[in-house]
Structures are given as C-alpha cells and as structure tokens.
C-alpha cells in the first residue's frame, strides 16, 4: 500500500481535465496578455506585420516563461505553483516614454536592450528582492497600483478616440508651405535692403504666426465611439449577468463582440489576416540588434523591482491558496524565473514578464490547486505564438474596439489600487495621507505636464517621464521617512491577493 500522498498543487490530472483548464487559465489573461504589445508596437509606430510580429513573439514567451515557472527548470529557476506568466502593465509607462523619444525599429531595438540588460540584473538580485516584501506594504503597493491604472487610462480613452490626443490634430501643410514663402519672400527683401546698407544686418527667417492646424478627421469620430461604447456596455452586462467562466472572461467577450459590429459595419479589414501565414517560428533578433543605454537599463531595473515585490506577494499569497508553504530559496527561485523571463523576452522581442493575478485568482475561485494546469496552458501559449493569423487578427482589432474594452481593463487596476488603500489605518496613522497624497501628485506629473522635462538632461528624460517610476520611488522613500523599515508582511500578502494590477 503506497502512504506517499502527492500534495494537490503536484497532482497530475488526466489529459482532457488539463486541456480544458488550460484553456480557461489562457482564455482568463489573453486579453491583458496582447494588451502591452499593442499599445507598446503602435506607440513605437512600427508597421501592422511589425505589431503582429511582437504579438507572436509575446504570447509565445508567456508561454515559455509559465512552463519554467510552473514546473520548474532546476533549483534555481521556477517556483512550482500554479502561475500563468505575462508582461507587466508596470513596465508600460517607460516603454511608451522610450517610444516617444524614439519611434520606430531603432526604438524597439533600444527598449529591448534596456529589456535584456534589466532581465540579467534581476536575476542576480533576485534573492535579495525577496526580502524586501516589508519596505511594500499596502499604502506603497496600493499607490503604485492605483497610478498604474490612472497613466494607462490615457492609452484607453485615445483608443477609443482613434489616436493619442497628441493626433487630434496635425499639421497644416499647405498654408504651412504659405507662411513659410511669405516669410522667405520677406528676408529676401530685407536681405536686399541690408546690402545697400554699410554694417546693416539681415533679420532671421520668420513666420507670421503661429504654426497652423488642422482638426483630424478622424478624431474622435461619433461611429466609432458608438462602438466603444457598445463594447462597454456588453461587458457591463456580462459581469453583472453573467457568471463563473464567462464572467471571468467578459472583457475578451467584449472585444469579439466590438469586432462582430466594426466588421458588419466594413471597419474591420481581414486583408493581412488572410495573407499572414498559418504557421511561423518565433525569431531572436527580429529586429536588429539590441542596442544598450545605461539609463534605460536602471529605469527598467526600476520597474523590475516595483514588479519583483508584488511577484513576492504574489508566490506568499499562491501559497496560502493552495496550501503548500514556501522557503526563502523557492521565493528566490520564483523571482529569478521574472528576470530570466525577461532576459528571455528582450532577446525574442517582447517585454518584461511577471505572474498574472488574475490567474491568481482563478486558483482560488475553481479551487484546482495543480500546477500542471498552469503547464498545459503554458504549451497552448507557445502554440498560439506559432500561428501568425492568430497575431495578425488581434492586430487587425481597431483602436475603437479596443478602447471600450481599455477603459474596464485599465480602470478596474485603478480601482484595485484604491481597493487595496481603502483597507489601509488612516486614523491611527495619519502620515499614511500624505504618503498617498504626494506619491500619486508626483505620478501625475507627466500626465499634466508633459513636457516638464525640457530643462533636463535629454539623458533623464525616459526616467522622469514615467508617472509610474516616480510613484514607486516616491511611494517607498515616503514610507521609509514616516513609517521607518518596519513592515507587515501579513498586510503585503493581503494586498497582493487583492491585486490584479497586470
């Protein structure tokens, strides 16, 4: 008689049981998963194959990363629970700053050069990380949360517009060209006068106004935010209608229901869907090699350690769900698997990855502790990674459509942030206002003034430009200031089951 009971979280269930779990913890965070390579890909201005491409490539790593994670690549990779991997919302905030600055494939190349160098750091101090849970508690990991979602509403509402607000408007070409020969006409003139003149000096070139615009078009269309519309209030309705599994999964619903009205409506184009191949090999290097900045490579290190902390809560809460406690060495493991999955997502062209909580959460609501769930869901990522149509669909999704989904996806991490601070001790403690209050003004910087950075080192700018970094920063020099290093970790790991902030 064998005594050797397997604990749940290693129970291996049959096949068909783990494909259709798999397929629920997928379906759960592929919405969320797309998101960053969306908003990251068309912040960077690459071309639809190029956005596609990076699609491929992310849900290919999630992939990857959740098969190391889940079931473990020796002692030192993997922390052997049930966690679906992803790309960090955390790290949105600085990669859309990096593209501003630098649009294009050169950019691209950058970012995951920064991606790459914060990938390897953090896995060296993965184990010192891991004992850092106590400078997080819930007033500093609420705040971050709460400013994560509030930088990327701004990415929501533009596409429910069509573009960021920056395209409300463009150039007008025309009367730009006027201006300018009027002025050039007038120099010229002056130019003349001047050389008759001993010692006279020619005046500078010019306009007689400002620059002029034009409204676009396409701005804001009232077509279009119907359908963003539309899309919102469908999953309105699912989440209050709905239950179990296709409540869990009402924002993917919504977006397929926004692409059934934009294509009965012929503005959705299937063209490079069906051109795209069936079948294609995720690729290293796609995009040239990386290119390495010192300063772009800390604000990512930076991000890193914001998204180690909450993977610390994360992997404590895992384990009281589940019931299978974890030592120092496994927390280590688990956070070096974050920086491996990094390290691995700059060199396949893809972004920083952390676990998702919402997979989390679905551990604690089916009440299905196995981590080979996680495993089959890690192989059905890869395999949707090797399907360029899959990649060039969700590409092919308009901004609009997207943007009503945005708004609930974006808003509700805003709302876990302030869910997470409403449990924090105001009364008794009344610094923790002002830790709030300042962390969040200082997030709101680059929202309100865009350009507060002109003065700066143009070196500083990816730096300062991310409301979230200068939260975090903020957040947790405050907390040490009035609250001293003393935490509880207890409080971090409720905080952490609250989260849902990827």
Known sequence: MNTTAVHPVDEKLPTGRLAALGIQHVLVMYAGAVAVPLIVGRALKLTPEQVALLISADLFCCGLVTLIQSFGVTRWFGIKLPVMMG???????????????????????????????????????????????????????????????????????????????????????PRLVAMVDNAKAVAASAAAAASSAPGAVAPPLRLAGPIPMVNNPNYGALDNMAVAGAVLVFILLLVKYARGFVANISVLLGIVAGCAVAAALGKMSFDKVAKAHWFDVVTPFAFGMPTFDPVMILTMTLVMIVVMIEST???????????????????????RTDGLGTLIGGIFNTFPYTSFSQNVGLVGVTGVRSRYVCVAG?????????????????????????????????????????????????????????IVALAIGFGLIPLVAPRWTQQMSHQLHPLLESGILLTSVAAVVLNLFFNGAKGDTAAAVQAAKAAEAH
């Open 87 to 173: 790309v960090t919302f955390a790290a949105v905030g600085p990669m859309v700053a990096f593209a501003n600055a630098m649009p294009g494939v050169d950019g691209a190349r950058a970012i995951f050069g920064a991606i790459i160098g914060a990938g390897i750091i953090s896995m060296v101090i993965a184990p010192i990380v891991s004992k850092l849970l106590r400078f997080f508690p819930p007033v500093v990991t609420g705040t971050i949360i709460a400013i994560i979602g509030i930088s990327l509403m701004r990415v929501g509402v533009g596409w429910a517009m069509g573009a960021p607000a920056p395209f409300a408007q463009s150039v007008d070409v």
């Open 313 to 335: 809560g994360m992997f404590l809460a895992l384990s009281d769900i589940t019931g299978k406690p974890i030592a120092q060495k496994d927390l280590a493991a688990g956070l």
């Open 378 to 434: 890690g192989i059905i990522m890869i395999v949707l990674g090797l399907l360029p149509k899959m990649a060039a669909f969700v590409e092919a999704i308009p901004q609009f459509v997207l943007g009503g989904a945005g708004l609930v996806m974006f808003g509700m991490v805003a709302a876990t942030g302030i869910r997470i601070l409403a449990g924090v001790d105001y009364k008794n403690n009344r610094n923790n206002l002002y």
